[in-house]
């Protein structure tokens, strides 16, 4: 990496934790400016968008990450339940180590839609399509039947997130030890394929 | 109600309205006075501890009302799992109504948590405590042990709130009315409590 590239990774990574913390309207230029280190000017000279454009690659960037570390956790497991627990298990951990500070990436941006522009807001729409269908293609592969894999999907991502929130209001990991143990206990409970 | 009363409360209703479109940052003491249609100088008056003091005021107000409307749902309906079914069920409504602006009246908030005050935090903390002791009343009285009953509050209400989420980024009641139908499911299938 040269020292343009250093600059707008840094750029990236600080306006992604800043949109984690406090979501958009808290996160200014300025700060996002002052918190990476990097030269004022260098700002609008790697994203000519200004905070918008900004924002959405560090959207990008922060969702990709989760994603990856969600998908080596899910690998792991040894079924579909164990999968979501686990993933529950690091989402606290996380949270934690954050000082309850950093919950989901996208959120804090997406609570605050009515007020973001519509690039902001296909973006978030997009990083939430995508886990997901993540969550459909698994399920699946566990043997559900395609609609009760969506609807399963749905309420999978629906619940941690809520949990997320929880967590962070509570400071407190219990809200998502809590929905990990019983989408656990859900999962084992799910209807198969029926087997010829 | 005298006309500072009026005043004071339509202050109070515009910036529960705009906290829960979009948050806390997003939302500026001169749009709350536009959009309430208040004189400047009232607000001051009213509320000498300013943004903050005004914002705890909404926030209560809005749970109130959220509350009210919640209870008269769950009261109605036949049983538990109807109950949860019911509330998801209006939450979707009510969000579809406002063309999807309006959510939880104390989630964007709740995730700026990194960048607003003590007194904005601790308000949002014991709405989502008050929440959650009232469904584990509401689960309690139909008849589960003490603990599952903690656990099914957290997980309700965990996968109520990322729903709306959902609902809200997608444009679309379709998480909540998934979430509400196997809330109903899975409330089916809760342990009871030994009859004797």
Redesign the interface.
């Known amino acids: 990496m040269n020292k343009g590239e250093r600059t707008r990774q840094k750029l990236v990574d600080t306006t992604a934790e800043l949109l984690q913390?406090?979501?958009?309207?808290?996160t200014g230029l300025a700060q996002i400016v002052a918190e990476s280190g990097a030269p004022r000017g260098s700002l609008y000279f790697h994203f000519p968008g200004g905070k918008d454009e900004l924002a959405v690659m560090a959207l990008d960037a922060s969702s990709r990450a989760w994603r990856t570390r969600i998908d080596a956790t899910v690998t792991a497991a040894a079924d579909l339940g164990q999968a979501v627990e686990d993933v529950c298990k690091l989402l606290a951990d996380d949270l934690a180590a954050s000082h309850y500070?950093r919950?989901c990436p996208v959120?804090?941006v997406?609570?605050?839609?009515?007020?973001t522009s519509p690039s902001v807001?296909a973006a978030?729409?997009g990083h939430?399509a995508e886990w997901a269908d993540a969550i459909v293609a698994r399920v699946t592969t566990a043997g559900l039947p395609r609609d009760a894999a969506k609807?399963?999907a749905?309420?999978v991502?629906?619940?941690?997130?809520?949990?997320l929130?929880?967590a962070?209001?509570?400071r407190s990991k219990?809200?998502l030890l809590?929905?990990g143990?019983?989408l656990r206990q859900?999962a084992a409970?799910a209807p198969r394929k029926r087997s010829r």
Not at 157 to 163: D, K, N, P
């Open positions: 913390r406090q979501g958009y309207h808290a500070q919950g959120a804090a997406a609570l605050e839609a009515a007020a807001r978030v729409e939430y609807q399963l749905t309420f991502l629906a619940s941690i997130e809520g949990a929130l929880l962070k209001v509570q219990q809200p809590t929905v143990t019983m859900m409970m």
